[in-house]
């Protein structure tokens, strides 16, 4: 690869024109790149050191962990880039992505003489900037100026979207000068930098605050604070201005909170796309789930009795439900969509397990209600069984049914996420949408079940809020409208497959691409790992925001689905974009089938195969998916190993979807755009 | 011994060292980055290459020597010396590291004890190898002269 000038690959040609501004287009753009490597092997490190300063970077390394993070935190911004061995003695590699991401906001690139694909993944997951494979070629490295390229034009780009006319005006200019990739090498990064100082200054004045800001580290608490706000305001109507006054954080900025929005949701995208870690939950949670898959399967019509029955559902969902008037018995053709939002409320909750270990805490102590829609998405495997064990309400089901559906998580995660607070309805029992209440119990039930596809949107929504709900568990029942939002929220934190995630879930060949590209995507925000963190406190609210990015995705499962009846009308105030909600009123049958697929693969080798399925069935909105799904229907009884438990359910649901009829053959994702996802 | 002799001697030993594998096209990533600024780069990390090595192999050896073997650990030793190997170029060694590895995932133990014996051959051989042609290259950079760059096309 030609690396040399690693600014060739990328295309056009900035123009030494925009650069101008005063700044003297220098030719050593990005010599002078400060660059922290981390590796614990002396010769790696020794040979890294030296083929960067062969770059012309500035190079600090480290051989340990705690060492390299004092550094930085010492040095705030004393730093571009940070390189770093997955394989650590003192720390996982992973972990101090994530810590970087959550306090500073650097790129971070990975690397490892591992070339697993699950653990590329999980760098992609966790928000790593780039995965390199050693042994690391200097081309490699001279490329890696562009990760730090890309992040800046992001912010600005953020900057501008919650920018006054002036930022608009100069935002060209700000993008052409941060337009590295192409071949401009001009201009020191450090100039455009500069200039997107001075850009952000004039923005300043013109916008709230009067002062330059400096860089606004987001915390743990001001990401919480932030993740309330999208959370109160619904993701589709979050903006940065609203969010600011909700948030009221002196001297925070509204370029401050429209940049991280951006990178919320765009982390949330990339969340959905953990299949992998959502196999992984799977396992676990299929074990203990299987009785109750096959409660699931007679869900149908997601008799809320049904699920309290098998000791599912709270009987305070239950209660809330009926109260609510689901009125399962209409369910019928919403069957399926129980099922299916049960799937949602586990795919999105694997996602989150891989963040969360918080996570499993909050979903411990949550309630039986929040266990049932909440299933933490961040919760880990263990977590995530946890839920269960403790739950074991639908949201159990509903676990178990992502589990499998891992693979279909990303379509679940993205249910959930989509659907704001409110709209707990149509997350999860699709016809049901409306009925808030009802869908509660449903959309466990269901969300496990579709695996994100139907119940993305519904269950999704309900699982998240129980569990990462800041209401208080007890107050689930009346709350669980919120909670479900919350955890739709969560969900969206944890979008599978919302196309721009699902690019990084796609384990296929094009996986280092995916990777890359996914993480180019999301800018490698390695800030939401804060994920973790917050699920604690909030976790779903992250997936508020992102409701639209997930939903985005989960509707391109959906589209099979047409059993789930999401009403429009909720999926919209949900934010979804409305293609969004057609997809989900497709046939559950298609999300189970969707799963199916997913399971499979998963026998194989779960991730790669789950997201396989998965991509096409997200990205692809075609109808690929549907030609996998349904020989993979056909063939589901024994596709899984035992401890899926999916089966059961997939047959079930496949059943209930052949009745259904014709969804099948509309499966196109054409309901999925992804881009619909409200701003 | 003339430069230009001690060049053609260089070659005649190293060249052969690629084709059969001892080294790869990374080892010449490495004589690259050696300048003016440099001259014994490739000395010092060889050098700590062998520092390493040698503490890893050591590790590996106690650790399969234990009563309850700790898979976990020695695939993280392996997976070390691989990445470090692959880093160095020293391709055969890293070749035996992988197959090590999945001897280590299945947990077989005698596998993995005839793995190691392999392993530590081969860094013997290319211990040997590399000691060789850096105090070749020294010879000649001593004499006045210049390492001659290699010519393949990996």
Aim: net charge negative; hydrophobic share 35%; with cysteine.
């Amino acid at each position: 690869m030609n690396l040399s000038n690693g600014k060739g690959s990328m295309s056009t040609v900035t123009t030494t024109a925009v650069m101008k501004s005063g700044d003297a287009v220098s030719d050593q753009f990005p010599a002078g790149l400060r660059v922290l490597v981390v590796d614990d092997d002396p010769t790696c490190l020794m040979i890294l050191e030296k083929m960067l300063r062969t770059c012309l970077y500035e190079v600090t390394k480290c051989n340990r962990a705690e060492s390299a993070l004092s550094l930085l935190r010492e040095n705030k911004n004393g730093f571009d880039i940070v390189i770093s061995d997955v394989h650590m003695p003192d720390m996982n590699g992973f972990k101090l992505l994530e810590h970087i991401g959550l306090e500073m906001d650097l790129p971070v690139i990975m690397m490892s003489a591992d070339e697993c694909k699950s653990v590329v993944m999980k760098g992609v997951t966790h928000g790593a900037c780039d995965y390199l494979i050693k042994p690391v070629r200097i081309e490699a490295l001279k490329n890696i100026w562009q990760h730090v390229v890309r992040k800046k034009k992001n912010e600005w780009k953020d900057a501008e979207q919650s920018g006054s006319a002036e930022e608009g005006d100069r935002q060209p200019k700000a993008s052409d000068e941060a337009d590295y990739s192409s071949s401009a090498n001009e201009g020191s990064w450090r100039n455009s930098k500069k200039r997107r100082d001075e850009e952000e200054e004039a923005e300043d004045r013109d916008d709230t605050s009067t002062l330059k800001k400096p860089r606004v580290v987001w915390s743990v608490e001001l990401h919480q604070q932030f993740v309330a706000a999208v959370d109160q305001l619904g993701i589709d109507k979050a903006v940065p201005k609203k969010i600011l006054e909700l948030m009221n954080v002196p001297g925070l900025t509204r370029e401050n909170v429209a940049s991280h929005l951006q990178k919320y949701r765009l982390y949330l995208r990339r969340l959905s796309g953990v299949s992998q870690h959502q196999n992984n939950l799977n396992n676990s949670f299929l074990g203990s789930q299987e009785a109750t898959f096959g409660t699931i399967s007679s869900i149908n019509g997601i008799d809320l009795q049904t699920l309290a029955v098998t000791g599912q559902l709270p009987a305070q969902s239950l209660a809330t439900l009926q109260a609510a008037g689901l009125g399962r018995s209409t369910a019928k053709t919403g069957v399926p969509m129980p099922l299916m939002d049960q799937r949602n409320l586990f795919s999105f909750e694997n996602p989150r397990v891989r963040f969360g270990e918080g996570q499993q805490q909050h979903l411990s102590s949550s309630k039986p209600m929040n266990l049932l829609l909440g299933i933490p998405t961040n919760m880990e495997p263990k977590q995530l069984a946890n839920l269960h064990q403790s739950t074991q309400s639908i949201a159990g089901l509903n676990m178990r049914v992502n589990a499998s559906a891992t693979q279909g998580n990303p379509l679940m995660m993205q249910m959930p996420q989509s659907q704001p607070r409110g709209q707990m309805l149509s997350e999860k029992t699709g016809p049901r949408v409306p009925r808030l209440p009802s869908s509660l119990g449903q959309p466990t039930v269901s969300n496990g079940i579709s695996n994100g596809f139907l119940g993305r949107n519904g269950i999704a929504g309900n699982n998240r809020g129980t569990a990462y709900n800041p209401v208080p568990p007890n107050s689930s029942l009346l709350s669980f409208p919120m909670n479900q939002s919350s955890e739709v929220s969560v969900n969206n934190s944890l979008p599978l497959g919302s196309s721009p995630g699902i690019s990084s879930i796609t384990t296929k060949g094009s996986f280092q691409e995916e990777v890359t590209s996914g993480i180019k995507a999301s800018g490698g925000f390695p800030s939401y790992d804060i994920f973790n963190e917050l699920h604690h406190q909030k976790s779903h609210d992250w997936e508020i925001t992102n409701p639209g990015l997930t939903y985005g995705a989960s509707h391109h499962a959906n589209p099979l689905q047409g059993n789930i009846d999401v009403s429009p009308s909720v999926l919209v105030h949900q934010g979804f974009s409305s293609t969004q909600q057609t997809g989900q009123t497709r046939d559950a049958t298609l999300i189970g089938k969707a799963m199916f697929s997913l399971g499979e693969g998963s026998e194989q080798d779960n991730l790669q195969n789950a997201v396989q399925h998965l991509h096409p069935l997200l990205v692809d909105n075609s109808i690929r998916v549907k030609a996998e799904r349904i020989p993979d229907a056909s063939s589901q009884t024994n596709l899984f190993p035992d401890h899926y438990v999916q089966e059961d359910l997939m047959s079930a649901l496949l059943k209930q979807q052949e009745g259904m009829g014709p969804a099948e053959s509309e499966f196109e994702f054409d309901a999925y755009s992804l881009d619909n996802i409200p701003v | 011994m003339e430069v230009d002799q001690m060049q053609r001697q260089y070659l005649d030993y190293t060249k052969p060292l690629f084709l059969e594998g001892f080294l790869d096209g990374q080892f010449l990533q490495l004589q690259q980055l050696q300048d003016e600024n440099n001259p014994d780069f490739v000395a010092e990390v060889v050098s700590l290459f062998f520092e390493d090595s040698e503490r890893l192999l050591n590790d590996l050896t106690f650790s399969l020597e234990q009563k309850s073997i700790d898979f976990k650990k020695i695939d993280a030793h392996v997976h070390q010396l691989k990445g470090s190997s692959s880093s160095i170029g020293a391709q055969r060694v890293k070749n035996c590291c992988i197959a090590f590895r999945n001897f280590c995932e299945e947990q077989n133990i005698d596998a993995c004890l005839s793995c190691l014996q392999q392993v530590k051959q081969e860094y013997c051989h290319v211990k040997n190898k590399l000691e060789t042609l850096i105090r070749l290259e020294q010879q000649i950079v001593a004499a006045g002269g210049s390492i001659p760059t290699m010519e393949f096309s990996f």
